[in-house]
Every structure is written in structure tokens, then in C-alpha cells.
């Protein structure tokens, strides 16, 4: 059974750095194909891709968020982290990390709300 | 502004079918046969009901059925039930720098 989880903080303010983890099983992410990303949802409105980390440690990143966004792996621990950096009240959403396999994001954990507000 | 193109929403009665679609461009929807949709419901995560235009993940139900022909892709449910209500999107691989697009999501009603 795969699953994920993503954790981090519920608030933040704007200009602070943000850190989710993404904490998953069942799956191994140093086995060829396999990929995590990190998708976000402001509250009402569409999805939007913000990374994906290989396990070859692939980087692909949101080009309008690249600047920002960094992911890493430790596949010892599988767990996968984004850092957004300076955060600003419309980076409010649901961020989500998922498994990717092929071209779909197959298994999703249950989100994590991230509010940014002073 | 979503990269792909959904209907704001669509309805049908129960039994009913429906058809949602999803307009890109020949750099993604029409590139690639990667299409990908997600039902959402409510306060929940995403789910996969379709990937790679067509095929379905073990355990959704053969109402759900994908095509594509050209630059738009569509998700078709058949016998509408009430628990099909939530909120769908779509999703391909881009050949362009974003490498994975989304649409900006269709709200089905099962009037």
C-alpha cells in the first residue's frame, strides 16, 4: 500500500521561508522511474504544479517558481523536501506531494493547508 | 490562468452521461498521449481516474472512460451517480519547460 503525508508548518509569515516534507511508503524513490512531486491548491481554485524530484534527483521545477523553489530526497528516509522561499500571502494553498509514475501523479498524500499571513 | 481548458462545470441527472473536456495545445494535450484525470471531492486529495488518455487505475469504475483527439482531451462518465459530484481535472506532460500542466478544473453536478 502506498501512501504519503505531507507535514510542515500552518502558518508562516510573508518574506519567511517555507519547508513541507513529504513522508511516503511503499514505494522506493531510488527505483528507476519513480518520481515525487509537489502540486498546490489555493483555497477554490485550480491545481498547479510546483516540482518534481527524480530518482536519478531529476529537478524539474515550475518555471514561473523556479527562483523559489527547492526539492531535495532522502531516500533513506523516504521522504522528499520543498523549500519555497520568500513567502508571500498568495502562496496560501493546500500543497500536496505525490507519486509520480509515468506520467501521472498516482497516489496523493491528504495535503497540508499553508497559510501565509503577519 | 490554467495552461489547459475545462468547462467552468457541467450537470447531469442521475443514469445520465457526460462529457467534460480539455483543450491544450500540440505541446501538450496534443503531443503526447499523457493525459491524466483527477476527481476531487470536497476537502479531499485528488484521485487518479485516468492516465495515459484512456486506461483506467484498477478499482475505478468503467463508467469513467478518456479520449483525446487532437489538442483536446475528454472524460466521459456514463450512468452519472450521485457520488460522482466533486470537482474534476485534467492534467498532461508538456514538452515545453512546465513539464506538467493542469487545467482550471470542472464542477459536476448530479442534478
Known amino acids: 500500500q502506498i501512501t504519503l503525508k505531507e507535514s510542515g508548518p500552518t502558518l508562516v509569515k510573508p518574506t519567511q521561508t517555507l519547508t513541507l516534507t513529504c513522508t511516503f511508503s511503499g514505494f522506493s524513490l531510488s527505483t528507476s522511474g519513480v518520481a515525487v512531486g509537489w502540486i498546490r491548491q489555493p483555497p477554490g481554485k485550480a491545481l498547479e504544479w510546483l516540482a518534481l524530484?527524480?530518482?536519478?534527483?531529476?529537478?524539474p521545477y515550475s518555471p514561473s517558481l523556479e527562483s523559489r523553489l527547492s526539492v531535495t530526497k532522502d531516500t533513506s528516509k523516504n521522504q522528499v523536501v520543498l523549500t519555497m522561499t520568500n513567502m508571500d500571502p498568495v502562496d496560501t494553498a493546500t500543497y500536496y506531494c505525490?507519486?509520480?509514475?509515468?506520467?501521472?501523479?498516482?497516489?496523493w498524500g491528504q495535503g497540508t493547508l499553508v497559510t501565509v499571513s503577519s | 490562468q490554467s495552461a489547459l481548458t475545462q468547462p467552468a462545470s457541467v450537470s447531469g441527472s442521475p443514469g445520465q452521461s457526460i462529457t467534460i473536456s480539455c483543450t491544450g495545445t500540440?505541446?501538450?494535450?496534443?503531443?503526447?498521449?499523457?493525459v491524466s484525470w483527477y476527481q476531487q471531492h470536497p476537502g479531499k486529495a485528488p484521485k487518479l481516474m485516468i492516465y495515459?488518455?484512456?486506461n483506467r487505475p484498477s478499482g475505478v469504475p468503467n463508467r469513467f472512460s478518456g479520449s483525446k483527439s487532437g489538442n483536446t482531451a475528454s472524460l466521459t462518465i456514463s450512468g452519472l451517480q450521485a457520488e460522482d459530484e466533486a470537482d474534476y481535472f485534467c492534467s498532461s506532460y508538456s514538452g515545453s519547460s512546465t513539464r506538467v500542466v493542469f487545467g482550471g478544473g470542472t464542477k459536476l453536478t448530479v442534478l
Open positions: 500540440s505541446s501538450d494535450v496534443g503531443g503526447y498521449n499523457y
Open positions: 505525490a507519486q509520480r509514475r509515468g506520467s501521472t501523479f498516482e497516489h
Open positions: 495515459d488518455v484512456s
Open positions: 524530484i527524480y530518482w536519478n534527483d531529476d529537478k
